[in-house]
């Protein structure tokens, strides 16, 4: 086979490959009916966009990009790499030189980091413009500056090279109390999985060392459009937004075969009672938090299963509120005490209560919350508390449904960025 048609065959198979991956939205898995005034759609090269018009602000637009990986797709050798890029997206592309973007940006109106700003989780991306205005040459604009994130980084030697100060400073910036903290109950609560193994902050050596190969073999690998969703809300022609879209992105094709996902690993399953210490001497107060943590493989997001989560996120709703009671009493212990419960990954499901106390009152703390849970688990609740908490659950729907015309495009955005990534059906902005 000559170059010619080895070539045209390995084009061929990116993109059917394309075509085979593409993601289908939640909805089509779901019995729950997606919000009907958002335009799901997707392009043949995989890519899905969500569009949905909204007055508040005025002329205003959120453009959000979400890319469906973060850390948790490095290898050994490229952790930080997912945050680094998320650097490098302003450090010259396709259609603006380096040191140019910033610039475009402000004289658009828009500054940076308040109207433009990126962030890097485990397993997603997420990207973010907010227009000046709604105009079409200006939408326009901000599209093709997502599309040069998702196609076009130069990704240049030297521009890596500069950036790798700044992100050293940001990985100093925050080696916090908070950040050591939970660093130690990642590797102790989740040993067994990626989670303590891919901060997207990343290891010095990384940041310091890390080859220009391995931002483009990072980029190309995961950057493909049937990783890639574009949201876009805001007080303008849905219809219109929605064809700039497609046709500023029909182009994205994959630049590398596709990677398998990564293996995330589970959590260790045990009997009895674990116990974990981390010092801070610059902790304001001390935290305990009892934990349990089990296997979770992940259900589909279907009406019985909202049903069948809504007596627990009660139950949940019950215990904090007896907690910010107790919280409230002469001589309590704790300042503060809180249960959570919920899954994470699609690996794992948690509880937990956590108090927030004076070091020398710990014990104490932990006595009472204690009690109080196993309060709960032998007696129940009462009738008035469940009436309560139902009627608060029902007012803040009420209240979602009363202020709907008055949401601001950027949390309504967030929120379709949240279901998409999730893969949760966008039923309605609360």
């Known amino acids: 086979m000559n170059r010619f048609l080895r070539l045209l065959v390995t084009g061929l198979l990116l993109v059917v490959s394309a075509l085979a991956a593409t993601k ?15 335009r799901f759609g997707s392009l043949p090269n995989g890519l899905r966009y969500a569009v949905r018009a909204n007055a508040e602000p005025k002329g205003r637009a959120a453009l959000r990009i979400l890319i469906d990986a973060g850390s948790f797709m490095e290898k050994d050798q490229q952790q930080g790499i997912a945050h680094f890029l998320e650097h490098m997206s302003f450090n010259g592309s396709t259609h603006y030189a380096p040191g140019t ?77 908070g950040f050591r903290t939970l660093k130690a109950e990642l590797e102790f609560a989740y040993a067994g999985t990626l989670l303590p193994k891919r901060l997207p902050i990343g290891t010095e050596e990384v940041i310091s060392k890390a080859g220009r190969d391995e931002f483009v073999s990072f980029y190309d690998t995961w950057y493909r459009p049937e990783l890639v969703s574009v949201v876009a809300v805001g007080d303008f022609d849905a219809a219109a937004v929605e064809q700039q879209i497609r046709e500023t992105f029909a182009a994205l094709a ?11 690993g589970t959590v260790a399953e ?32 279907k009406a019985a299963d909202l049903l069948e989560k809504l007596p627990l996120e ?34 794992l ?8 106390c004076k070091p020398e009152q710990w014990s104490a703390a932990v006595a009472v919350a204690e009690q109080e849970l196993r309060c709960v688990l032998s007696f129940g609740f009462q009738e008035f508390e469940l009436r309560a908490a139902t009627a608060n659950q029902r007012n803040a729907l009420e209240q979602a449904i009363k202020t709907q015309r008055t949401r601001h495009s950027a949390g309504i955005a967030a929120q379709l960025i949240g279901t998409l990534q999730e893969d949760q059906v966008y039923t309605f902005s609360v």
């Not at 674990?274 to 992940?298: D, G, N, W």
């Not at 904090?320 to 690996?347: C, D, T, V």
């Not at 499901?349 to 927030?356: A, M």
């Open 349 to 356: 499901r948690e509880t937990t209560l956590s108090v927030y």
């Open 270 to 301: 045990f009997e009895g009672l674990r116990v974990a210490y981390h010092a801070e001497a610059e902790a304001p107060f001390t935290t305990v938090t009892l934990r349990r943590v089990v296997p979770y493989s992940k259900k589909t997001y």
């Open 314 to 347: 009660l139950a949940v709703s019950m215990v904090n509120q007896r907690l910010a009671e107790l919280a409230k009493k002469e001589g309590a212990p704790f300042m503060q005490a809180h249960m959570s419960e919920g899954e994470a990954y699609g690996i």
């Open 101 to 177: 973007l910033i610039e475009f940006f402000q004289r658009m109106g828009m500054n940076f980091g308040g109207d433009t700003n990126a962030y890097t989780a485990f397993d997603h991306t997420v990207y973010q413009i907010d227009l000046p205005d709604t105009k079409p040459e200006t939408v326009a604009e901000g599209l093709r500056v997502f599309a040069d994130y998702t196609g076009g980084l130069l990704l240049l030697a030297p521009e890596i090279e500069k950036e790798r100060g700044v992100i050293l400073s940001e990985k100093r910036a925050r080696d916090s109390v």
């Open 24 to 38: 289908p939205f939640p909805q089509e898995k779901s019995d729950l009916r997606a919000d009907a005034t958002v």
């Open 254 to 264: 994959p630049r590398a075969p596709a990677a398998a996902a990564p293996v995330v």
